[in-house]
């Protein structure tokens, strides 16, 4: 059996979903990666629960996430914004 290859099962899930995930807030879009470096997922996973800006500066990068700031936006327009990237990328970035 040949070992399992990281690579191309990366490449393979990129292709299918794609490197980005958009969403847009008044014409303006964002792109949050569809995968990230684990390194991002321990700064994720010290953040407080109820840390939504700090998790949205962490996936946006600071130019979008400065750029997103801009807009008058809600935490249940941030809540639906994140919950339709979990369920589009498989990515869970619920509490707890």
Known sequence: ?????????????????????????DGDV???PT??????AKQIAALDDND??????LLLGAE???RFCKYDTSVQDVSA???AYGNDTGMSLGEG
Not at 35 to 40: K, L, N, T
Request: hydrophobic share 50%; no cysteine; aromatic share 14%.
């Open 35 to 40: 995968e990230f470096p684990r390194g991002i």
């Open 64 to 66: 979008q996430f400065e």
């Open 30 to 32: 964002f792109r949050l």
């Open 81 to 83: 914004i994140l919950e």
């Open 1 to 25: 059996m040949a070992p399992f290859n990281v690579k191309a099962a990366r490449a393979q899930r990129l292709e299918a979903v794609g490197k980005n995930w958009e969403f847009e807030v």
């Open 52 to 57: 939504i800006d700090g998790l949205l500066a």
